[in-house]
């Protein structure tokens, strides 16, 4: 026992220099831990949210594809969040947060995490985490790949189109997102898109346009006569799966996008926000609902779904400000944009197989521009400034690299493969072989 105390005030006389330097500098207060720990935890509930939106875009488009086609569509979209993942590890995040930089362009190197078991004095609690702020941004661009997945499906070989993955993930969609998120030039002259109306959802779109151009429509999708013949999907059960899962996945897409919940005015702007998004995807489903009764006699159910899709893009750039009507109105405006955009587009003979356009980029450009009506400041110039900024770029860097990689590997599977299904030409596995086998 006297040798324990000797041991233990030994010690003592050992820590007293610690002390006084603990002294010197005080552990932070739960004042400025809590808003560290709290929207780290956001970052990490609205990722999980918005991770699980990769399967909702698959069973979307699992379910909008004929049965031929089915595994292939599950592979892209496991493989692109895949490759999104890596990417944007790899260059990505410090491409679209670089700090200190010219505004336009600037290439980042690797993410590289907080130290194991980081103390609070060694952490930056001016924010968050970078694990959690990593892992929400990274699903948010595998979101803008899935948008291209949908768009150009049943005629487009794997490898090619997992090529366009890499480079849109890991480079396009990081550079335009840095003129905005990243400080850049669009974030100094005003522009505003709260979760991403243009800045994920109009880029997918952009991505998709260029892609099902340069691919053409499936064929015997448009007649010479200018007949449209519909092309139905396999399982309109999986695709209504497929829009709930997206619908429940929005509320992290918008929620987090508050980027704190360190105070009760954030958790509160939380709720708005999860309230508001809502709002507008029900307004857009209800509205394609009336609307395609009203137009073919008959709901579409389809056109439904679309239109639920289509009002959660309409208030993802500004989910917050509006009041519950405001939400409403803006998600219905969003419906009728489906509804009246996807024939328009087959006017066109651009053929889009999941209605990802009008979705994402249309009704992204619509929310973009309604975010006038409600947030005080913004001006309808600066907003039509950013959507034709990333239109611009997107669009046409798409068209070149769409048609790089026609020139070079080509792009779209035979006519015989596209016939027989790219299931089992592309892959040699079937999602539903009791079909073809009796």
């Known amino acids: 026992m006297k040798h324990f105390k000797s041991l233990s005030l030994g010690a003592a006389l050992l820590a007293l220099p610690t002390m006084a330097l603990a002294q010197d500098a005080p552990a932070p207060s739960f004042d400025e831990i809590g808003p560290y720990i709290m929207t780290t935890l956001l970052f990490c509930m609205a990722?999980?949210?918005?991770?699980?939106?990769?399967?909702?875009?698959?069973?979307?488009?699992?379910?909008?594809?004929?049965?031929?086609?089915?595994?292939?569509?599950?592979?892209?979209?496991?493989?692109?969040?895949?490759?999104?993942?890596?990417?944007?590890?790899?260059?990505?995040?410090?491409?679209?947060?670089p700090g200190d930089f010219n505004g336009f362009f600037a290439i980042g190197g690797q993410t590289v995490l907080d130290a194991?078991?980081?103390?609070?004095?060694?952490?930056?609690?001016?924010?968050?985490?970078?694990?959690?702020?990593?892992?929400?941004?990274?699903?948010?661009?595998?979101?803008?790949?899935?948008?291209?997945?949908g768009a150009v499906a049943e005629r487009i070989k794997l490898w090619p189109f997992l090529a366009f993955v890499v480079v849109l993930t890991g480079f396009m969609y990081p550079i335009s997102g840095s003129w905005q998120w990243g400080g850049g030039w669009l974030s100094e002259a005003g522009f505003s898109d709260f979760a991403g109306s243009t800045v994920?959802?109009?880029?997918?779109?952009?991505?998709?346009?260029?892609?099902?151009?340069?691919?053409?429509?499936?064929?015997?999708?448009?007649?010479k006569d200018g007949k449209v013949t519909p092309l139905p999907g396999s399982n309109l059960a999986l695709a209504t799966l497929g829009t709930f899962i997206l619908w429940l996945g929005w509320f992290?897409?918008?929620?987090?996008?508050?980027?704190?919940?360190?105070?009760?005015?954030?958790?509160?702007?939380?709720?708005?926000?999860?309230?508001?998004?809502?709002?507008?995807?029900?307004?857009?489903?209800?509205?394609?609902?009336?609307?395609?009764?009203?137009?073919?006699?008959?709901?579409?159910?389809?056109?439904?779904?679309?239109?639920?899709?289509?009002?959660?893009?309409?208030?993802?750039?500004?989910?917050?400000?509006?009041?519950?009507f405001g939400a409403l109105w803006i998600g219905a405006v969003g419906g009728v944009i489906v509804v009246l955009s996807i024939p328009m587009l087959d006017k066109f003979k651009i053929d889009d197989v999941v209605g990802a356009i009008p979705v994402h980029l249309f009704a992204g450009i619509w929310g973009t521009i309604a975010v006038v009506f409600y947030?005080?400041?913004?001006?309808?110039?600066?907003?039509?400034?950013?959507?034709?900024?990333?239109?611009?770029?997107?669009?046409?860097?798409?068209?070149?690299?769409?048609?790089?990689?026609?020139?070079?590997?080509?792009?779209?599977?035979?006519?015989?493969d596209e016939i027989t299904g790219l299931d089992t030409t592309e892959l040699g596995m079937e999602a539903y072989p009791e079909f073809s086998k009796g």
């Open 200 to 223: 994920v959802h109009s880029v997918g779109g952009w991505a998709a346009l260029a892609g099902a151009i340069v691919l053409g429509p499936r064929l015997g999708k448009y007649a």
């Open 375 to 416: 947030q005080d400041g913004a001006s309808l110039m600066t907003q039509l400034t950013g959507i034709a900024a990333y239109g611009i770029f997107t669009f046409f860097a798409s068209l070149i690299l769409w048609y790089i990689l026609k020139a070079t590997i080509g792009i779209r599977v035979s006519e015989e």
């Open 47 to 97: 990722g999980f949210l918005v991770f699980f939106m990769a399967a909702g875009f698959a069973m979307l488009e699992g379910g909008l594809v004929r049965s031929k086609n089915v595994t292939m569509q599950m592979t892209k979209n496991i493989a692109l969040f895949s490759i999104a993942a890596i990417m944007y590890w790899l260059v990505g995040f410090n491409t679209m947060y």
């Open 116 to 149: 194991v078991g980081v103390s609070a004095e060694d952490a930056a609690l001016d924010y968050a985490s970078v694990g959690s702020d990593f892992f929400f941004q990274l699903v948010f661009v595998a979101a803008t790949a899935s948008i291209v997945s």
């Open 252 to 324: 992290g897409f918008n929620g987090g996008s508050q980027l704190a919940m360190g105070t009760v005015g954030d958790v509160s702007d939380v709720s708005r926000i999860f309230a508001n998004t809502n709002m507008a995807a029900a307004a857009g489903a209800v509205t394609a609902l009336i609307l395609t009764n009203v137009l073919y006699k008959k709901p579409d159910l389809t056109m439904i779904l679309n239109g639920a899709l289509a009002g959660l893009v309409s208030i993802t750039a500004s989910p917050l400000d509006p009041t519950l």
